[in-house]
């Protein structure tokens, strides 16, 4: 992804890196042994906002609003115990590297996945993630987290998350962000998803708050709504700024996205689920009129029921395109709209997420990252056949130049998802 595409190309790997990229007859004599796909090699995907633990809460992924939605997954996961967690964890994995996603930027719940994606080593961020926490609860929340943010991920940073403006509390917010400053650990919030987000900081009412009085929180925006959007409220309070990110980003206006731009704030577009959850279109034009740095991400497998990265630059396409747009500006100038989305799947939306220096591209003395999708294509065309083919086709995975995950071809289903199989 950093140069055009090569016809009848190849990449030499050596102990777990990259020592070469080119033609495949001038790669060759220096391979003692070779794989073969019939398709495209690309670098491993960048999946910029997942929650590996909730992999086997893909059973009740389907479509309907999106406060009931949040609803079903916490009565789903309420009661499992730490094996439970950590079996979803394995799955959620296992189904990556199916995808050919081998950086993730994880939500972790109750923290089996962070042991989960260091043993397979996946590259990305672990972040801690937290939820319900309100002005009784924050001294000793943020002790918890800080000691978290200590405890070893051997291939990954840990950082910090908030499920939600409106499921923590303002000081919650600002001491979080402000944890990771100082640590120098990345930020995500999960950010503007939904109307009834927007309606509940804004005016203080909606199903949101009916939640949120349910499990008797005590927070500040409940005692005066901050009546202006979700993203306008983040910078109100200085969470925003570089090595932050922000998952979903639906209702935006223009004037927010020129704040999460100049703030260096990275936006990561779920397309997928805003679908799913209907919740409705990001603003992808604001986006790119502001210069916002933009990545793509799964979100919750609840949500959309799998990893397929592919699937969701598939689905930014078609976002892009309901919002007229036929070109996505880049520092080379307009480019068509499927090249642009497998760069977001790649090389820009690592590079959004600050993970530009360990992944999205092939390169000599980068990792051995990559994935195989089985489609006929050409140089000319492969954007396009990447997004209106290549959709679980995905057959080989590489991690550190060794493979985690691959089949015979893109017609044989994938084995029932058990922990550890490929691993």
């Known amino acids: 992804m950093s140069g055009p595409p090569v016809a009848q190309g190849g990449v030499l790997v050596s102990d777990g890196f990259i020592v070469g990229v080119g033609a495949r007859s001038d790669l060759r004599p220096s391979a003692d ?231 260096g704030t990275a936006v990561v577009c779920c397309p997928r689920a805003n679908t799913a959850l209907q919740v409705g279109d990001a603003p992808l034009e604001r986006f790119a009129d502001a210069g916002v740095a933009l990545a793509l991400g799964t979100s919750s497998p609840a949500a959309v029921g799998d990893a397929d990265i592919l699937a969701e630059a598939a689905a930014w396409v078609e976002t892009a395109r309901r919002r007229e747009m036929f070109l996505w500006p880049s520092p080379a100038g307009p480019i068509p709209l499927e090249e642009a989305a497998i760069r977001l799947a790649t090389v820009d939306g690592a590079r959004a997420l600050g993970l530009g220096s360990v992944s999205g591209v092939l390169e000599p003395g980068r990792r051995a990252d990559l994935v195989g999708v089985s489609i006929q294509t050409s140089v000319e065309t492969v954007y396009t056949d990447l997004i209106d083919h290549g959709l679980g086709r995905q057959v080989l995975t590489v991690l550190g130049g060794v493979r985690r995950s691959r089949r015979d071809d893109a017609d044989t289903p994938w084995p029932v998802l058990e922990e550890w199989r490929e691993l």
């Open 33 to 263: 042994r070779e794989h073969e796909v019939d398709g495209v090699l690309l670098p491993g995907l960048t999946d910029g906002h997942t929650v590996l633990e909730h992999s086997d809460v893909r059973e009740i992924a389907r479509p309907g609003p999106f406060h009931l939605w949040l609803r079903a997954v916490m009565g789903y996961t309420r009661g499992w115990d730490a094996e439970r967690w950590s079996r979803s964890a394995r799955r959620g994995v296992q189904d990556a590297l199916r995808h050919g996603v081998t950086t993730v930027v994880d939500q972790v719940i109750r923290g089996a996945a962070v042991p989960a994606a260091s043993k397979a080593g996946l590259a990305g961020h672990s972040l801690v993630r937290l939820m319900w926490v309100d002005r009784p609860l924050a001294d000793e929340v943020l002790a918890a987290v800080e000691t978290s943010l200590g405890r070893p991920a051997p291939g990954r940073t840990v950082g910090v998350a908030a499920h939600a403006p409106y499921t923590v509390g303002t000081g919650v917010l600002q001491s979080l962000a402000a944890l990771a400053t100082k640590l120098e650990r990345p930020f995500q919030v999960a950010v503007a998803e939904s109307n009834a987000e927007i309606s509940a900081l804004r005016n203080g009412d909606g199903p949101l708050v009916d939640l949120v009085r349910e499990f008797d929180m005590d927070f500040e925006w409940m005692d005066q709504p901050v009546g202006t959007g979700a993203v306008s409220y983040l910078d109100s309070l200085g969470v925003l700024g570089p090595g932050g990110s922000v998952a979903h980003g639906v209702w935006v206006d223009l004037a927010e996205a020129r704040r999460l731009a100049a703030t």
